[in-house]
């Protein structure tokens, strides 16, 4: 990426945010450092990555670099600004324009999951609307299905999530403004 496109990507990010600074959630797009630590706890194998709230793509190009195949990979994002951005970037990767809320319809024909990375802010988004995004999740899995989502909480994001996605790990990311918490749960039977 080169300078003049990073610059024009965090004007668009800071654009969103103001438009929308709940469902942004952060005044600054993803770290690499974050991005890579998220890409590495997918697991290996075939099958769906499907991405939420990937914003301008720090986590996308990650996936992309750690070796997810761009026919695999469905990023989920609300701002048709984003998706615009998105499609231009990132040519050949599915790039849907819809709410989270709705996954399991928007994502019917790409399911089950291998796995659900997350950067959606869940700790700024409505508490209905959470539970909605949540209670989505266990329709796109099966066994062994990763949900890698992040927050800037010391405490994970995902209160309410099905007991089917079981805590598998927890970390901390400190190169990333602000420091960021990375949990991945790991569904069951």
């Not at 959630?25 to 690499?32: E, I, V």
């Not at 750690?66 to 609300?78: P, S």
Request: hydrophobic share 40%.
């Amino acid at each position: 990426m080169t300078e003049m496109q990073r610059r024009t990507g965090f004007w668009q990010f800071s654009r969103e945010f103001l438009r929308d600074p709940r469902g942004i959630g952060a005044l600054f797009p993803s770290s690499p450092f974050l991005a890579r630590r998220m890409a590495g706890l997918v697991p290996t194998g075939d099958g769906t990555v499907i991405e939420l709230g990937p914003g301008l793509g720090p986590v996308t190009r990650a996936l992309l670099e750690g070796g997810i195949a761009k026919t695999d990979l469905v990023l989920v994002e609300r701002s048709l600004n984003m998706v615009q951005h998105l499609r231009a970037q990132f040519p050949g990767v599915e790039v849907i324009h819809g709410d989270a809320a709705e996954l399991a319809t928007l994502v019917a024909d790409r399911l089950p999951a291998r796995a659900i990375v997350s950067s959606l802010p869940l700790r700024s988004i409505p508490p209905q609307v959470v539970e909605r995004i949540l209670a989505e999740l266990p329709k796109c899995a099966q066994p062994g299905t990763a949900l890698i989502q992040f927050t800037y909480h010391p405490l994970s994001s995902c209160r309410g999530l099905s007991p089917r996605f079981g805590h598998n790990r927890a970390s901390f990311v400190w190169r990333n403004l602000p420091p960021a918490r990375v949990d991945r749960f790991l569904f069951s039977d």
